[in-house]
């Protein structure tokens, strides 16, 4: 619908909004680890103090982010991306409606942090079904407004992300107490906020600055178009790796409760169980898309910038590495330590960007970028087990690896090879790709219920199961 050229801009302007989720969901990080303590202390004053003082410090953190992104950013859209003359204007507005996306986002994040901490899931199910249903109808309006589409899109994104927000505030009034509030500013409470939200906020950027830096580095030596390609890759990431992020979401207050009741024995299960788990998940989802990512590129889009296939192939490999960090981050936040892990976190994520630019520099392929980045995601993992696991929880690093990586390599030993042999030697037509696909998809699906779960994990999801997939499953 926009074409590749306003796609790319889109992605590299407009695109900030998605790659500022990753600051947002910082910050509704923060406010929920401190909301889940004070549940699982049952201290309901505690509890509407922290509200009330997170409220206040967003409201801040707004004013300060739009008087930056209209001054510098502002004149680094203007001055120094690369966009085709006649469509600056349309890249200008596309910004403004970024910027107020975000302030949006942010003013709203206290109240998702809120629906985490109450663990009300489902409500955030139906609210993703509902904004994914506005976006698809957005699509379809772009073909018969009589306006410039690049500028409709951002503009209807930006109201489907108003309304979506505006209903996540109206069921916080209705059905919790500490979201019936007045701004206040405690100091005490402020300062504890503050200095947890510091480096929340400064993990949060630097996957903004990551993402975006290379989005923009990108621009500079590639063009737009390199940017739809990684857009294009960016938009199947997210789609895929959504599931088992939500899924993943439901795990954090129940580790910070555990960890704020000192119940070390479920606060231990709860880590390795949802690495696993969620690991297993996103294997299942993502590794038939990984193989067959051309079909599924040319079946959704036709014909596809160059290099899309191979970031969105990278980007999904590097999410199953990336997975593995969630439990281990979410139990970081419940101590409240977070000063080696995101400083280790940044390094690495800069250290990419110095990537990026010697490859641009070089006019080397720009799928060496995200080769280094899944190497040191894999380094940014291990560093954040020794750091987690032993430094501040005092568990066995070795326990963690035999009951979580070994599991993994295990399974995933099992799973690769097969699908990888059938889509080399019959992957040859759109039919043979989808067939290997849905086999990829059982395969890895059985393979992970066989090897890669415990009895009391297999029971658990037979007992879900209705009575004829049981026997089936079973072999009865």
């Known amino acids: 619908m926009l074409g590749v050229t306003d796609y790319g801009i889109y992605n590299v302007v407009g695109g900030v909004v998605v790659m500022l989720s990753f600051l947002t969901g910082s910050l509704a990080g923060t406010t929920q680890r401190f909301l889940s303590v004070e549940l699982g202390k049952n201290d309901f004053v505690k509890l509407k103090q922290v509200f009330t003082n997170s409220l206040s410090l967003h409201i801040i953190f707004i004013f300060l982010a739009v008087i930056l992104a209209e001054t510098l950013g502002l004149w680094f859209i203007r001055n120094k991306l690369v966009i085709p003359y006649e469509r600056t204007n349309a890249a200008f507005w596309v910004y403004q409606f970024s910027v107020v996306s975000f302030a949006i986002a942010v003013l709203f994040t206290p109240f998702d942090g809120a629906v985490r901490a109450h663990e009300r899931f489902d409500f955030f199910a139906k609210i993703s079904i509902f904004e994914v249903a506005m976006r698809l109808a957005i699509v379809y309006l772009l073909t018969v407004l009589p306006y410039d589409k690049l500028m409709a899109f951002s503009l209807l994104g930006m109201c489907v992300g108003f309304l979506s927000k505006v209903i996540v505030f109206i069921y916080c009034r209705i059905n919790f107490e500490e979201c019936k509030f007045k701004l206040s500013w405690i100091k005490y409470s402020i ?84 690495s696993r788990l969620y690991f297993y998940l996103l294997l299942i989802l993502a590794f038939p898309f990984i193989l067959e990512m051309n079909t599924a590129l040319s079946i959704w889009l036709g014909n596809y910038p160059e290099y899309a296939v191979i970031f969105a192939q990278l980007f999904l490999l590097e999410a199953l590495l990336r997975i593995l960090c969630y439990p281990l981050s979410y139990a970081n936040s419940a101590v ?11 390094f690495c994520r800069l250290l990419i960007l110095f990537v990026a630019v010697l490859v641009g520099v070089n006019k080397l392929s720009p799928a060496y970028i995200y080769i280094t980045a899944i190497f040191l995601q894999g380094i940014n993992w291990f560093a954040i087990v020794i750091i987690v696991i032993k430094m501040q929880l005092g568990f066995s690093v070795r326990k963690y690896f035999a009951d979580v990586f070994l599991s993994i390599f295990r399974t995933s030993l ?36 066989y090897v890669g779960l415990n009895i009391y994990e297999k029971q658990m999801i037979v007992n879900r199961l209705p009575y004829f997939i049981r026997k089936l499953i079973l072999f009865k």
């Open 414 to 449: 099992f799973t690769v090879p097969v699908p990888i042999i059938l889509h080399y030697f019959f992957s040859k037509s759109t039919l043979s790709s989808i067939v290997i696909g849905f086999f990829t998809l059982i395969w890895s699906s059985m393979i992970v219920f």
């Open 336 to 346: 409240g330590k977070l000063r080696e892990v995101t400083v280790i976190g940044f």
């Open 191 to 274: 300062r504890e906020l503050l200095g947890y939200n510091v480096y929340a906020i400064i993990g949060g950027l630097s996957y903004v600055i990551r993402f975006n830096g290379i989005n923009i580095i990108l621009n500079l030596y590639y063009g737009p178009v390199m940017n739809a390609a990684q857009g294009i890759a960016n938009t199947v990431f997210f789609a895929i790796s959504s599931f088992s992020d939500n899924a993943a979401l439901a795990t954090q207050p129940q580790i910070i409760m555990s960890y704020a009741q000192n119940n070390r024995e479920r606060l231990w299960s709860l880590i390795t169980k949802s």
